[in-house]
Every structure is written in structure tokens, then in C-alpha cells.
């Protein structure tokens, strides 16, 4: 589905469109994110995964026989990861 996040690495993730999606979704709410308390990160983590599930997005791990949905944990911590990378890009860039 074209909401769906995958997890990984390589050209495929990248340019999946939900994985485009999210990664736009995250630059919107870059300054409030990196401005905000643990608490206030924590809560915009949680309201960008509702956000995602409730357009029917789910996320999506690479295993031996094909994708499988990731838990909420995992999902919270590549939401996370991706707001990490996107600063430290910016700083490089």
C-alpha cells in the first residue's frame, strides 16, 4: 500500500512513498521535535503513529517469508530513528 512505512536500509525503503510520506511528515514537525522536552517528543512520536495507522499505514519489516507488521514499539523507535537522521543530515548538509 502506498501508506505503508518500510524498516531497512537500501534504495527500496528510501523511495517507498510511505516512507516519503513520513519522512515529509517529520521535516513539518522538525522544530517542534527538536525543541521539545523527552515528554513532548514522546507524545509527537505517538501522534505521528496514530497518524500514520489511521490512514491505513502500517510498518513493515523485511523477513524470511515476505513482510510482516512491526509492534508499536518498533514502529515508535523508526519514527524516532528518522527524526535522528534528519537532523544530523541537516547538520551535515
Same mark, same amino acid.
Given at each position: 500500500?502506498?501508506?505503508?512505512?518500510?524498516?531497512? !536500509?537500501?534504495?527500496?525503503?528510501?523511495?517507498?512513498?510511505?516512507?516519503? /510520506? =513520513?519522512?515529509?511528515? *517529520?521535516?513539518? %514537525? !522538525?522544530?517542534?521535535?527538536?525543541?521539545?522536552?523527552?515528554?513532548?517528543? /514522546? =507524545?509527537?512520536?505517538? *501522534?505521528?503513529? %496514530?497518524?500514520?495507522?489511521?490512514?491505513?499505514?502500517?510498518?513493515?519489516?523485511?523477513?524470511?517469508?515476505?513482510?510482516?507488521?512491526?509492534?508499536?514499539?518498533?514502529?515508535?523507535?523508526?519514527?524516532?530513528?528518522?527524526?535522528?537522521?534528519?537532523?544530523?543530515?541537516?547538520?551535515?548538509?
Amino acid at each position: 500500500q502506498p501508506t505503508d512505512i518500510l524498516l531497512g !536500509r537500501g534504495e527500496k525503503v528510501q523511495t517507498c512513498p510511505g516512507n516519503i /510520506s =513520513l519522512r515529509r511528515r *517529520l521535516e513539518i %514537525q !522538525r522544530s517542534a521535535y527538536d525543541n521539545g522536552s523527552k515528554a513532548e517528543r /514522546s =507524545l509527537l512520536i505517538d *501522534l505521528t503513529l %496514530q497518524s500514520v495507522k489511521g490512514a491505513g499505514g502500517r510498518f513493515l519489516q523485511h523477513g524470511k517469508n515476505g513482510y510482516y507488521e512491526v509492534d508499536d514499539d518498533v514502529a515508535r523507535k523508526k519514527i524516532s530513528h528518522d527524526w535522528r537522521n534528519l537532523r544530523r543530515n541537516n547538520k551535515e548538509g
